[in-house]
């Protein structure tokens, strides 16, 4: 007896499959921003932020590599193991952020002596914040740089952006534009804004990163 051919769909169409990813990709962002919120002030901030972050950037190289695992038990590991580590490497470069911050507010007051040298201060502390956030970048997003001697991982972490500039810049850039639209839009600030950051640094430095430490073994 012949059998009457399916008259359904043979395969899933192709924007099906895509839009299906764009949701996924959208959710772990919603997931690692909020998971991020949690772990932050689970620290009292000062010492939350910080394992917070390099929890976000392991999950989300996590699900790039393919992990399966997750996304809260991944950053809940990271963040008890980082709690401590992660807090002594990434405080000078919070430190730097700040002071070139308030530099900045400061000389915009006018902070400064003279009219002349409001250009050269703000060069110099936006170049200190941009530095600092580059480095702060690929720690957060390379666990390898985290693992090292503290020394060591303040000085390969202030070499990351002269050894990788246009990533570095790139990531800067895309980090500052994302704090303008969580100022303009709370709400994406609030739902998605860490996680889309950690997003962008993992991809334009962290790779990069971890790509020049494997050909610096080799």
Not at 12 to 17: D, E, N, S
Not at 25 to 41: G, P, R
Not at 96 to 115: D, E, K, M, N, Y
Not at 116 to 138: E, F, R, Y
Request: charged share 15%; glycine share 10%; hydrophobic share 55%.
């Amino acid at each position: 007896m012949m059998t009457r051919p399916s008259s359904g769909p043979q395969q899933v169409p192709g924007w099906a499959l895509k839009a299906n990813d764009a949701i996924d990709a959208l959710l772990l962002l919603l997931k690692v921003t909020l998971l991020w919120w949690a772990l932050t002030l689970l620290g009292l901030v000062v010492l939350g932020i910080g394992p917070a972050t390099c929890a976000a950037g392991d999950a989300v190289r996590a699900r790039r590599d393919g992990g399966t695992a997750p996304v809260a038990r991944t950053m809940w590991e990271t963040y008890r193991r980082e709690l401590l580590r992660a807090t002594l490497r990434l405080l000078p470069f919070g430190a730097v952020q700040l002071g070139g911050i308030s530099t900045i507010f400061l000389a915009l007051r006018g902070g400064v002596p003279q009219p002349w040298m409001l250009a050269p201060v703000m060069i110099l502390a936006a170049i200190a914040v941009g530095w600092a956030t580059a480095s702060a970048a690929a720690l957060a997003t390379v666990p390898r740089l985290r693992r090292q001697e503290l020394l060591v991982s303040w000085r390969v972490s202030l070499l990351c952006p002269g050894a990788v500039p246009l990533a570095a810049v790139l990531t800067v850039l895309c980090t500052a534009g994302i704090l303008v639209l969580a100022y303009l839009l709370p709400p994406f600030g609030l739902l998605l804004g860490t996680g889309t950051a950690v997003q962008a640094a993992s991809t334009l430095l962290g790779r990069r990163t971890e790509a020049l430490l494997a050909r610096h073994d080799s």
